[in-house]
Every structure is written in structure tokens, then in C-alpha cells.
């Protein structure tokens, strides 16, 4: 389990406490402290008693989400076989720990991405202001009319499974600069499209999206996700992912 964390002191430990309530003592989670001043690292690893296989990764500085991504991921797979299962998630305590064996059970059952959907059937939004709304319905119209990639109906939500032979392959196809290079959150949809060009094989499982359980502030800037969108259309121009 990998979590990018920006400032989420408040919202951690209760998440980890779910999710090994859901998971296990056993499950291997990696929380990636990106230059936060709130005290992340200790808010997680406060949670070691009931998660042992807790690790932190720090970054000195802020190096925004797609780093934090890399960084976890790294960390992640140098411990784990191709068919072992990396998964992120947000670290707000709005993703359902719950989902977590639904993704399991899809890369077990042949899939490379699994995801947790807002807009598979059963899913919602919950507590979403009405822009954000329109961002996330807007980068789902929008992908899929020019970018559409079988199995998936969202595009930009960070709570999914990879299998990691899949993300390996991904990683040494563009390297570690080369795989993400969208600014802002539009680095979540550019790790599907990349991956699917590859010929991953994605599936969803449907997500309730709590954000009304959102205690502080989105760390999600709007700007610059918007402007990470068109980089993303402009730098997938010629993929196309295998059906
Ligand atoms: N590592 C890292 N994580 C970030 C950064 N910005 C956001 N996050 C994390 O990415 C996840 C998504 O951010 P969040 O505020 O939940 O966005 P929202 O739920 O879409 O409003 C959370 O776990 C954040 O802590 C960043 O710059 N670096
Ligand atoms: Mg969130």
C-alpha cells in the first residue's frame, strides 16, 4: 500500500486504523511524507503497533503528488515479485479501506490496473463541491471521447491496485522522469494512459467517494490540474492502448 501524504497529521493514523482492520497487521504499507510541516511521518508511524510493516519515506521538500507516487512505488516494488499488488489511495481518510479486497480480487482475476470508481455502477460522490464536480465529470468526458481506454470509466481517481509486473514495465518503458510528467493531479490519469498503451489490462470496482468526511483543506489546485490535463492530451498523442 502506497499513501502520498501532504499535510494529512490529522486524517492518518484514523486511516491506517481502518485499513488494518480491513487488511491486517501483515499488510506492507508505505506512507510518502512530501515535505510536510504538520508532522506526518510521526502521525504515521505512530500507527506501527497495529501495522509493523509501516514505512516512511520523507522527501526534504515538497515534490508534488506524481513524485510522491514514484518515490512510494519504488520503495514498494524493490520488495515485492511481478505478481505481487502495490495500491494507492488518498490519505484523507475519504477512501473506503473497504474497497481494498475488491481490488485484490480483480488483479487476481487477470486485471493489471484495478480502480476504484467513482462512475462504475454503485459509486457516487459524496460532499463534492459543485466545480469539483464538473472537474472530475469533465476529465471523464474528455477522456474518454479522445483517450478512451477499455474497462475505464474514471480517469483521475488515485485509489487503485497495480499488479506490479505491470508497473515495473511501465517504469523501465519511460523511466522514472519519462512516466509522469503531467504537473498537478493530471499524473494520475497520465500513469493509466501510459499504462494501458502498454497493452494493461483495467477493470473497476465502484468507489463511494466520502468527501464529506474531508476534514482540511483539498490539496488539489485546480489551475494546474486543468493545464496538466492539456499537457496530458498533448503527450499521449500517439498512444494507443490495445482493446
Ligand atoms: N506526496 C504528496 N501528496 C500530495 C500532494 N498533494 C496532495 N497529496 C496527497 O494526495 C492525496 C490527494 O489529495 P487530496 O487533498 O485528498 O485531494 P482531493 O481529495 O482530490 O481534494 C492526499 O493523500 C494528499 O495528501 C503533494 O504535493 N505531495
Ligand atoms: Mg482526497
Known amino acids: 500500500m502506497v499513501l ?5 497529521a490529522a486524517t492518518l493514523p484514523r486511516l491506517l486504523r ?4 480491513v487488511a491486517g497487521p501483515d499488510l506492507a ?9 504538520d508532522g506526518t511521518a510521526e502521525a504515521a508511524l505512530s500507527m506501527r503497533g497495529q501495522l509493523p510493516r509501516l514505512r516512511v519515506v520523507r522527501h526534504e ?12 512505488w519504488e520503495a514498494a516494488l524493490a520488495q515485492l515479485p511481478d505478481d505481487g499488488i502495490v495500491a494507492t489511495m488518498d490519505a484523507d481518510d475519504t477512501h473506503d479501506p473497504g474497497v481494498l479486497p475488491g481490488l485484490v480480487r480483480l488483479i487476481r482475476s487477470g486485471a493489471d490496473v484495478a480502480i476504484a ?7 457516487a460522490e459524496l460532499g463534492l ?5 464538473l472537474l472530475s465529470f469533465g476529465a471523464r468526458v474528455v477522456l474518454t471521447a479522445l483517450r478512451r481506454v477499455p474497462g475505464v470509466r474514471d480517469y483521475t481517481c488515485g485509489y487503485r491496485a497495480y499488479r506490479c509486473g505491470v508497473l515495473r514495465r511501465a517504469l523501465g518503458a519511460y523511466g522514472r522522469g519519462g512516466l509522469i510528467t503531467s504537473p498537478g493531479f493530471a499524473c494520475t490519469a497520465e ?13 473497476e470496482v465502484p468507489l463511494v467517494l466520502h468527501y464529506e468526511q474531508k476534514e482540511g483543506p483539498s490539496k488539489m489546485r485546480v489551475g494546474r490540474t486543468l493545464l496538466g ?12 492502448p490495445s482493446a
Open 29 to 37: 504499507v508505505v506512507v510518502v511524507d512530501d515535505g510536510s510541516g
Open 117 to 123: 470508481s467513482r462512475f462504475a455502477p454503485g459509486g
Open 61 to 72: 521538500r515538497n515534490r508534488g503528488l506524481g513524485a510522491a507516487l514514484l518515490s512510494g
Open 191 to 203: 500513469v493509466l494512459l501510459k499504462m494501458a498503451g502498454l497493452g494493461a489490462r483495467c477493470a
Open 4 to 8: 502520498p501524504a501532504l499535510d494529512e
Open 129 to 133: 463541491s459543485a466545480p469539483r464536480r
Open 18 to 21: 481502518r485499513m488494518a482492520a
Open 229 to 240: 490535463y492539456l499537457h496530458l492530451l498533448r503527450v499521449t498523442r500517439r498512444l494507443r
